[in-house]
């Protein structure tokens, strides 16, 4: 019997309200395949989150310390409030797990993510309609000034396919059909020969 193949690194990406957190949440359900490393971020926790499990939460000095030592692969200022990090400890322990990796990061990070790990698929989630992505903003706004920069946010984010190597539609009501496409574009993956590991 060969070696196994090296764990694959999926990156799920896409505008805010397209449903990442969803996606990523269900495939953890369904496939025991994939754990996700813990992002960190400096907004607070949300009712029901738990601290480690869904993000690790610290103040911006703490993030700052973090981002000066290179403990963070990518980071972001989401709507000018809070900040967003990738630590490099979170997914290289990940890798070493041996299962598949799947890590959800806004955008603004693919850029930089892409030089920093080769080797991974990177997949946009995008919404079927911009009226649905919409009323999903409108819900998480906290004004009109809130709603619109949102909206062209997610205008702008939606132009940057070029970064992706797939592009999957989340349809309005049928979330299973998104993850049964992530699903399916792992197993292409797998079975693709050849694959170098991802190193981080």
């Known amino acids: 019997m060969g070696e196994a193949p090296p764990p694959l690194v999926i990156v799920v990406s896409g505008p805010s309200g397209a449903g990442k957190d969803a996606l990523v949440d269900r495939i953890l359900e369904v496939s025991q395949q994939f ?10 926790p949300r009712p029901g989150e738990v601290p480690g499990r869904d993000y690790i939460f610290v103040s911006p000095e703490e993030f700052h310390r973090h981002l000066e030592a290179g403990g963070l692969l990518e980071h972001a200022r989401v709507y000018g409030n809070h900040l ?7 997914l290289r ?3 070493e797990s041996g ?3 799947i890590v959800r990061v806004d955008v603004q990070g693919v850029a930089s993510l892409r030089s920093l790990i080769p080797g991974a698929i990177f997949i946009m989630l995008a919404p079927d ?9 409108r819900e998480r706004a906290t004004g009109a000034g809130d709603l619109q920069r949102r909206l062209a946010a997610a205008e702008r984010e ?6 992706f190597d797939r ?4 349809v309005e009501g049928d979330l299973g059909a998104a993850v049964e496409r992530v699903l399916a574009i792992a197993a292409e993956e797998r079975a693709r020969p050849g694959r170098t ?3 981080v």
């Not at 754990?35 to 607070?44: D, E, I």
């Open 167 to 170: 592009v999957v539609v989340n």
């Open 197 to 199: 590991p991802v190193v």
């Open 93 to 95: 322990r990940a890798i």
């Open 35 to 44: 754990v996700r490393p813990v992002t960190m971020t400096t907004r607070p």
């Open 84 to 90: 967003y990090g990738l630590p490099r400890e979170q």
């Open 129 to 137: 309609d911009l009226g649905h992505l919409e009323r999903r903003l």
């Open 158 to 163: 939606l132009a940057r396919r070029d970064l």
């Open 99 to 101: 299962r598949d990796v």
